[in-house]
């Protein structure tokens, strides 16, 4: 049975929130208790750390996106980091997620972009 690992902590003030296994239907509701238990506890500007995650379905995705709003309602931050597994990149593509949402390449390149002061999301460098 495929399963997710969630993880945090707090690096550069920010809430660095790394994703390891498969996020699906199957992983989901335990992902998601996770992920808003370390937002709630470290806060609202977050870098998601997909570096670990192995594949996501349509579930998964619109828990990255649910996620993203979320902070971005609370005056927080959402940004994915990676590097990315080629099957989580595709999906990100194929959806235009990664025009709405930036994906930097690792952390630390998340982490060096500063997140704005209005809340919303931080732009990578083009």
């Known amino acids: 049975m495929a399963e ?10 920010r809430t ?36 670990g995650l192995r594949f ?13 709003l979320a902070a971005e309602g609370r005056g927080g931050s959402a940004v994915l980091a990676g590097p990315l597994h080629e099957r989580v990149l595709y999906v990100l593509q194929v959806t235009h997620v990664d025009r709405r949402l930036p994906v930097h390449p690792t952390v630390g390149d998340a982490l ?9 999301v931080a732009r990578a460098p083009r």
């Open 4 to 13: 997710c690992v969630v993880t945090g902590r707090v690096r550069d003030g």
């Open 112 to 120: 060096a972009v500063p997140p704005p002061a209005d809340g919303g």
């Open 56 to 68: 996501l379905d349509s579930t998964g995705l619109g828990l990255l996106l649910r996620f993203y």
């Open 16 to 51: 660095v929130i790394e994703l390891a296994g498969d996020l699906t239907l199957d992983t989901i509701q335990p992902a998601e208790r996770r992920m808003r238990a370390l937002r709630r506890e470290h806060g609202e500007h977050v870098v998601l750390d997909l570096s």
